[in-house]
């Protein structure tokens, strides 16, 4: 298994894969499997090709990937934001999310930034625990935060220092 970033060669693999993940899991995603697929792969290799998209390779399968990108405008240009994260089922719960998270945070940190945020499910544990243990703190909670299905769900909003500041958060919101 290794990690690398990914290319505009793998732009088909990557929308696979994503696919794949929305079908298991819609709730985890914020785009919907019919909008992923409507999206011009132009868009997508470009996207590639200007952030943080990091892949898990098994025997040269794509089995796992994370997106990450930096603020856009000057005052944002300080943090950052992860997500999607999506390991296949066949690779799960061997340490392939938790590294592809970590090669993340690293080049984020690397690139300068001070900060990086993302949302997650209410109800998802196994990726709720996995930010936790890579020392995110809830900072807030939004109801109503998406219709999956016409379905409301409320996603908690985490966010992780990469530079060691406090960032003096109220212990009482995780
Ligand atoms: C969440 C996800 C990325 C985790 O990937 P993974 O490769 O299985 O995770 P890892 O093996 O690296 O596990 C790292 C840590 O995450 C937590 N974790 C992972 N799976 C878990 C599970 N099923 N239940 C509870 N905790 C879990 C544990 O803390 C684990 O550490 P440990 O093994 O020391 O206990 C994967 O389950 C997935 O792709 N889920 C569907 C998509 C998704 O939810 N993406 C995140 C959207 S915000």
């Not at 060669?9 to 985890?28: D, T």
């Not at 025997?59 to 950052?80: D, K, M, P, S």
């Not at 690397?110 to 990726?127: C, H, I, R, S, Y």
Request: hydrophobic share 45%; net charge neutral.
């Amino acid at each position: 298994m290794h990690i690398r970033q990914l290319t505009k060669s793998n732009v088909n693999e990557l929308r696979s894969l994503w696919a794949e993940g929305l079908q298991r899991m819609p709730s985890a995603f914020l785009l919907t499997k019919d909008e992923l697929l409507a999206a011009p792969l132009d868009r997508l290799a470009d996207g590639i090709a200007s952030g943080v998209y990091l892949g898990a390779f098994r025997a040269e399968q794509l089995v796992g990937f994370v997106i990450a990108r930096r603020g856009g405008v000057q005052r944002l240009q300080h943090t950052g934001d992860i997500g999607p994260l999506y390991v296949a089922p066949s690779a799960q719960k061997q340490g392939v999310g938790k590294a592809l998270m970590q090669r993340a945070l690293d080049q984020l940190a690397q690139a300068g930034l001070l900060q990086v945020e993302l949302t997650v499910d209410a109800d998802n544990a196994p990726a709720v625990t996995l930010y936790q243990s890579l020392g995110f703190i809830t900072f807030g909670r939004r109801p109503r935060s998406v219709l999956v299905d016409g379905e409301p769900r409320n996603d908690l909003l985490m966010i992780r220092a990469l530079d060691g500041a406090d960032l003096c958060l109220d212990p009482g919101a995780d």
